[in-house]
Protein backbone atom coordinates (compact mmCIF):
# COMPACT_ATOMS: atom_id res chain seq x y z
CA UNK A 1 0.00 0.00 0.00
CA UNK A 2 1.44 3.46 -1.02
CA UNK A 3 1.52 5.47 2.30
CA UNK A 4 0.96 9.00 2.73
CA UNK A 5 2.50 11.17 5.38
CA UNK A 6 0.07 13.87 6.79
CA UNK A 7 0.37 16.62 8.69
CA UNK A 8 -1.72 18.23 11.21
CA UNK A 9 -4.52 19.81 10.56
CA UNK A 10 -4.24 22.80 12.42
CA UNK A 11 -1.69 25.76 11.35
CA UNK A 12 2.02 25.51 12.86
CA UNK A 13 4.69 27.88 13.40
CA UNK A 14 8.57 27.03 13.93
CA UNK A 15 8.45 24.82 17.58
CA UNK A 16 10.66 24.75 20.52
CA UNK A 17 12.77 27.99 19.83
CA UNK A 18 11.17 30.13 22.41
CA UNK A 19 12.58 26.91 25.18
CA UNK A 20 16.23 27.57 24.55
CA UNK A 21 15.98 31.48 25.57
CA UNK A 22 18.51 31.69 28.73
CA UNK A 23 15.90 33.53 30.94
CA UNK A 24 13.55 30.14 31.16
CA UNK A 25 16.26 28.38 32.42
CA UNK A 26 15.46 28.00 36.02
CA UNK A 27 15.48 24.73 38.48
CA UNK A 28 11.65 23.92 39.10
CA UNK A 29 10.02 21.61 36.60
CA UNK A 30 7.87 22.09 34.18
CA UNK A 31 3.98 21.41 34.23
CA UNK A 32 1.96 20.20 30.92
CA UNK A 33 -1.72 20.53 31.26
CA UNK A 34 -3.56 17.98 28.34
CA UNK A 35 -6.64 19.96 27.61
CA UNK A 36 -8.60 18.15 25.19
CA UNK A 37 -8.33 14.93 23.01
CA UNK A 38 -10.26 13.31 20.21
CA UNK A 39 -9.76 9.69 19.41
CA UNK A 40 -11.43 7.68 15.88
CA UNK A 41 -14.33 5.77 16.92
CA UNK A 42 -12.76 3.10 14.73
CA UNK A 43 -9.45 2.65 16.02
CA UNK A 44 -7.83 -0.69 15.91
CA UNK A 45 -8.51 -2.11 19.78
CA UNK A 46 -4.64 -3.94 20.14
CA UNK A 47 -2.58 -0.29 20.22
CA UNK A 48 0.09 0.90 17.39
CA UNK A 49 3.30 -1.22 18.15
CA UNK A 50 5.26 0.46 15.92
CA UNK A 51 5.51 4.33 16.15
CA UNK A 52 7.56 7.06 14.45
CA UNK A 53 7.84 10.66 16.52
CA UNK A 54 8.27 13.58 14.31
CA UNK A 55 9.06 17.13 15.77
CA UNK A 56 7.07 19.66 13.22
CA UNK A 57 10.07 22.13 13.56
CA UNK A 58 13.17 23.57 11.79
CA UNK A 59 15.03 23.87 15.00
CA UNK A 60 16.70 20.57 14.84
CA UNK A 61 18.23 20.49 18.28
CA UNK A 62 14.76 21.21 19.47
CA UNK A 63 13.28 18.64 17.12
CA UNK A 64 15.64 16.19 18.51
CA UNK A 65 15.40 16.56 22.08
CA UNK A 66 11.45 16.19 22.16
CA UNK A 67 11.22 13.23 19.67
CA UNK A 68 14.15 11.70 21.57
CA UNK A 69 11.82 12.26 24.79
CA UNK A 70 8.80 10.59 23.34
CA UNK A 71 10.82 7.99 21.59
CA UNK A 72 11.76 6.87 25.39
CA UNK A 73 8.40 7.56 26.77
CA UNK A 74 7.15 5.14 24.39
CA UNK A 75 9.38 2.46 24.67
CA UNK A 76 8.35 2.11 28.88
CA UNK A 77 4.44 1.33 26.97
CA UNK A 78 6.17 -1.33 24.98
CA UNK A 79 6.27 0.41 22.10
CA UNK A 80 9.04 0.15 19.23
CA UNK A 81 9.93 3.84 18.68
CA UNK A 82 11.44 6.03 16.19
CA UNK A 83 13.02 9.37 15.98
CA UNK A 84 12.44 11.10 12.42
CA UNK A 85 15.59 12.45 12.42
CA UNK A 86 16.81 8.53 12.24
CA UNK A 87 15.15 8.23 9.17
CA UNK A 88 15.69 11.10 7.07
CA UNK A 89 17.62 14.74 7.14
CA UNK A 90 16.22 17.68 8.93
CA UNK A 91 15.62 19.93 5.44
CA UNK A 92 13.22 17.27 4.19
CA UNK A 93 10.80 18.84 2.73
CA UNK A 94 7.07 17.39 2.97
CA UNK A 95 5.90 19.50 -0.20
CA UNK A 96 8.53 17.76 -2.22
CA UNK A 97 6.60 14.78 -3.87
CA UNK A 98 8.89 12.72 -4.70
CA UNK A 99 11.25 13.32 -1.67
CA UNK A 100 7.97 12.75 0.68
CA UNK A 101 7.79 8.85 -1.59
CA UNK A 102 11.25 8.36 -0.60
CA UNK A 103 10.57 8.65 3.21
CA UNK A 104 6.98 7.01 2.91
CA UNK A 105 8.86 3.95 1.96
CA UNK A 106 11.46 4.10 4.23
CA UNK A 107 9.04 4.54 7.05
CA UNK A 108 6.86 1.42 5.35
CA UNK A 109 9.93 -0.95 4.92
CA UNK A 110 10.84 -0.18 8.67
CA UNK A 111 7.63 -1.57 9.79
CA UNK A 112 6.03 1.30 11.32
CA UNK A 113 2.26 1.72 11.87
CA UNK A 114 1.72 5.14 12.28
CA UNK A 115 3.31 9.16 12.44
CA UNK A 116 2.66 10.77 16.15
CA UNK A 117 3.19 14.85 15.47
CA UNK A 118 4.03 17.31 17.98
CA UNK A 119 3.42 21.09 16.63
CA UNK A 120 3.38 24.70 18.50
CA UNK A 121 -0.59 25.76 17.46
CA UNK A 122 -0.25 28.99 19.54
CA UNK A 123 1.72 31.27 21.61
CA UNK A 124 0.39 34.01 24.02
CA UNK A 125 2.31 36.29 25.96
CA UNK A 126 1.09 38.18 29.06
CA UNK A 127 3.21 41.00 30.70
CA UNK A 128 2.38 41.59 34.28
CA UNK A 129 3.40 43.78 37.10
CA UNK A 130 5.52 42.44 40.34
CA UNK A 131 5.38 44.69 43.08
CA UNK A 132 8.16 45.76 45.05
CA UNK A 133 8.49 44.16 48.41
CA UNK A 134 9.57 45.57 51.68
CA UNK A 135 11.70 43.39 54.74
CA UNK A 136 12.07 43.62 58.17
CA UNK A 137 14.66 42.26 60.20
CA UNK A 138 15.69 43.87 63.35
CA UNK A 139 19.68 44.50 64.24
CA UNK A 140 21.81 44.74 67.30
CA UNK A 141 22.16 48.13 68.67
CA UNK A 142 25.34 48.87 67.85
CA UNK A 143 27.15 52.37 66.75
CA UNK A 144 25.45 52.67 63.80
CA UNK A 145 21.93 51.76 64.59
CA UNK A 146 21.82 54.07 67.53
CA UNK A 147 22.61 57.52 65.46
CA UNK A 148 20.11 58.31 62.39
CA UNK A 149 22.80 59.18 60.04
CA UNK A 150 24.86 56.02 60.28
CA UNK A 151 21.59 54.31 60.40
CA UNK A 152 20.21 55.99 57.61
CA UNK A 153 23.44 55.02 55.68
CA UNK A 154 23.85 51.99 56.39
CA UNK A 155 20.10 50.87 55.86
CA UNK A 156 19.52 52.72 52.90
CA UNK A 157 18.35 51.01 49.75
CA UNK A 158 18.57 47.85 51.93
CA UNK A 159 14.89 46.97 52.58
CA UNK A 160 12.80 47.89 49.40
CA UNK A 161 13.38 45.16 46.57
CA UNK A 162 11.96 47.29 43.80
CA UNK A 163 9.09 46.08 41.46
CA UNK A 164 9.83 44.68 37.87
CA UNK A 165 7.21 43.86 34.88
CA UNK A 166 7.42 39.74 33.54
CA UNK A 167 5.84 38.97 30.79
CA UNK A 168 4.40 35.38 31.69
CA UNK A 169 4.27 32.88 28.51
CA UNK A 170 1.30 30.01 27.61
CA UNK A 171 2.10 27.81 24.82
CA UNK A 172 -0.40 25.56 23.12
CA UNK A 173 0.71 22.41 21.39
CA UNK A 174 -1.00 19.37 19.57
CA UNK A 175 0.19 15.85 18.61
CA UNK A 176 -1.24 13.88 16.49
CA UNK A 177 -1.39 10.19 15.50
CA UNK A 178 -1.85 9.06 12.15
CA UNK A 179 -2.72 5.45 10.87
CA UNK A 180 -0.27 4.59 7.89
CA UNK A 181 -1.96 1.18 7.27
CA UNK A 182 -4.88 3.74 6.39
CA UNK A 183 -3.13 5.87 3.85
CA UNK A 184 -2.10 8.59 6.57
CA UNK A 185 -5.59 8.82 8.71
CA UNK A 186 -5.79 10.60 11.67
CA UNK A 187 -6.38 8.65 14.72
CA UNK A 188 -5.81 10.16 17.47
CA UNK A 189 -5.56 14.12 18.77
CA UNK A 190 -4.41 16.04 21.56
CA UNK A 191 -4.11 19.78 22.85
CA UNK A 192 -2.10 20.51 25.72
CA UNK A 193 -1.73 23.78 27.54
CA UNK A 194 2.06 24.96 29.23
CA UNK A 195 3.01 27.64 31.32
CA UNK A 196 6.43 28.78 31.19
CA UNK A 197 8.21 26.04 30.19
CA UNK A 198 11.88 26.13 32.53
CA UNK A 199 13.95 24.67 29.54
CA UNK A 200 13.62 22.47 26.50
CA UNK A 201 14.78 19.70 28.53
CA UNK A 202 11.92 20.07 31.51
CA UNK A 203 9.45 20.53 29.15
CA UNK A 204 10.29 17.59 26.99
CA UNK A 205 10.16 15.38 29.69
CA UNK A 206 6.65 16.67 31.25
CA UNK A 207 5.25 16.68 27.49
CA UNK A 208 6.39 13.29 26.64
CA UNK A 209 4.95 11.73 29.96
CA UNK A 210 1.95 13.90 29.42
CA UNK A 211 1.09 12.67 25.91
CA UNK A 212 2.28 8.97 26.54
CA UNK A 213 -0.17 9.04 29.60
CA UNK A 214 -3.09 10.38 27.46
CA UNK A 215 -1.94 7.97 24.38
CA UNK A 216 -2.41 5.14 26.79
CA UNK A 217 -5.25 5.83 28.79
CA UNK A 218 -6.99 6.40 24.76
CA UNK A 219 -6.06 2.70 24.26
CA UNK A 220 -3.90 3.38 21.32
CA UNK A 221 -0.66 1.93 22.81
CA UNK A 222 -0.34 -1.92 23.87
CA UNK A 223 -1.64 -2.91 26.57
Known amino acids: ?19 LAPLLLIACGTTVHLTGTWTDPGVAPSGYHDIVVMGLTSNVNARNVVESKLVD ?4 HKVTAANSLDLFPPNFDPKNESARDVVSRKIKAAGYQAVLTVSLVDKQSDTRYVPGTVR ?7 GWYGNFWGY ?8 YSPGYYTTD ?17 LIWSGQSE ?6 LESFATAYAKT ?13
Do not use: C
Open 1 to 19: MHVHILHAPHRWTPLFAWI
Open 73 to 76: ALTK
Open 136 to 142: YAPYPAF
Open 152 to 159: YGYMYGSL
Open 169 to 185: KTYFLESNLYDLSQDGK
Open 194 to 199: TYNPNS
Open 211 to 223: MTAALAQGGLLPQ
